[in-house]
């Protein structure tokens, strides 16, 4: 019951936070309802039991990624981003696509399909470790590869008179 | 009364004692680094409210409260009103999750002096610590005042490359203690603290939190000799007050995470749990305000440098060799 | 190797703080403890009088002059016997910055520096000091100075009676 309550006020702050994210014009504001609405979804997830998964949304999208993107952000100089003009109709054209698409599938989806009720069994650290390194191991070596190409070109073009 | 009701009583009666102690102590850590500097400094510090100067953090606090509340103007009003609160917040959640003694039997029930016992706690350290950083960086933008600005970039920077080196210094602790549970890290350290296994990590995880509660010699943030206050500058009244009590309360919490990780949390002989504890955090404290008095401020770069190219690394070798070492010893 | 130096410094420097923790501070507990400043202090200033009491100022002017911030002033008068002496005589204390330039300037060393450096009033209008809250009763530094005894023939003494004066040469004897 409390839970119930409890995921439809997050729920309901997501999606608020994230609509406002959406519309706001000036990016730091942006930012910063954005960052409420992961913390809202970090709150689902721990809902959900699994805890891991909600602070890691915390720690690397709230806490590194929207950081990083504050920091170039208060680096440029944006004039007046508030007296911008809205984007015109069509340019909202592809995006409104997008989501009915996604709006449409995930509602047909609830509709037409019965879930297993989520267990109320906690996901440990030590069972997602065993998930991620024992059944995605080949996925996590790859992806980590990638990584590090990333920093490979990351290096090279931030070394002394480099980029050229 | 039902089990829940007395489980929601007894986290609130925790809440208030944990939020009162921690107030009182950040107070009291103004007043003591104000003191023990002067002691540094061959003068006598604040001595005259009250006996000994210890109504100080009143006389302080008072001003704080009088004072005018200023807002530039040009500036972001609300994110400006928010930040303060944005930084002190994480500091004071993050204490939910330190164990600051032995868990006692009350009426037949065990209650574990910890606000909360989560299975992540270590990465709701983590989590809340990165969060923090929003405290610093919206108070700088939202001020428009060029060395505020300065300040948050700074403070940003900083504290992003060394929550790394920081995380990565406590795997090892990770993998000894075999748990993310605070209390459990606790408990694994009632034989042998974990700084005898892991000085480098202990060392590297000090200089990281030293960074972190933008201390000197890591006060690039606030150089007044450079950015008049850094981030607060626009700040007055009890908002700059927030601010000013959030490092304190920063320094006391990651002194107690400090003493969790490396220096075995509660444990030590005779004298009860709790004071072990707060006697082994306040030695952190006492030793970031020696600290102060001792180290000049860093370059930017060369904080940087031992950031990224000292800190980091060695971290990562930590952690291999704690690996193998632990493979090994099977 | 620079990382052994430096880790040295850094503990050199804590060995060093440690130290003056434990030293007894220097403090000079204000308003209980005080501190006697020397005599040549520069604080609140005097008027002197010479060793038979007369007012040493004979209004000059020179000390107003000589003040870079112009706190003094006066207005010159003379007695029956031609000794001049100031009618009034004002320092205000709240412009005047102890710099000494007056006693320095000073012919007759009237205007005198005292250790005297509590000088803190409520109302401003209250470090107006007029020449009788200036005037002492002693000589101040200079005991035995008497300005009439080396100069201002015949004002204040007979001619001939001065300390460096010889009597007159009577033009009209023989002996030399
Ligand atoms: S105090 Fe001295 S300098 Fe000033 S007017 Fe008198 S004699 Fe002249
Ligand atoms: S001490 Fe200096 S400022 Fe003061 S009255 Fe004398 S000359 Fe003027």
Known sequence: ?164 | MTPDLILIAVTAAKIAIVLFAILTLAAYLVFAERRVLGWIQDRKGPNRVGPFGLLQPLADLIKLLTKEDFRPPAGDKWLFYLAPAMAAIPAIMTFAIIPFGAPVTLFGTEIAMQVIDLNVGLLLFMALSSIAVYGVALGGWASNSKYALLGSIRGLAQLISYELSMGLSLVPIIMLARSLKLSEIVNAQSGCWFIVYQPLAFLIFLISILAECKRIPFDLPEAEGELVAGFHTEYSGMRFGLFFVGEYINIIVLGGLATTFFLGGWHGPVLPPVVWFTMKTLSFAFFFIWLRGTAPRLRYDQLMQLGWKVLTPLALVNILVTAWWLVLKG | MTIFTDIKAILLGLWTTWKHMLRRPVTIQYPEEKRQPSPRYRARIVLTRDPDGGERCVACYLCSAACPVDCISMQSGERENGRRFAVWFRINFSRCIFCGLCAEACPTLAIQMTPDYEICKRDIMDLLYEKEDLLIDGCGKDESYNFYQHAGIGVAQRRGEGAEEKAPVDVRGLVP
């Open chain 1, 1 to 164: 019951m409390t839970m119930n309550i409890l995921f439809y006020i997050l729920a309901a702050v997501m999606i608020v936070a994230t609509l406002l994210a959406i519309t706001e014009k000036h990016p730091v504001h942006a930012i910063v309802y954005l960052v409420t609405s992961f913390f809202a979804m970090a709150g689902i997830f721990y809902l959900l039991c699994a805890p891991l998964v909600a602070m890691f949304e915390v720690i690397i999208y709230a806490g590194a990624v929207m950081v990083l993107f504050m920091f170039v952000i208060m680096m440029l100089d944006l004039g007046h981003p508030e007296e911008a003009q809205r984007p015109a109709f069509i340019t909202w054209l592809v995006p409104l696509i997008l989501t009915s698409l996604v709006l449409s599938s995930v509602v047909s989806a609830a509709v037409f399909r019965t879930f297993p009720g989520g267990s109320n069994v906690e996901i440990t650290a030590r069972a997602f470790a065993t998930v991620l390194f024992g059944r995605y191991g080949v996925a996590i070596e790859i992806i980590s590869m990638q990584l590090l190409f990333a920093v490979v070109g990351a290096l090279y073009l931030g070394r002394k008179g480099g980029g050229k």
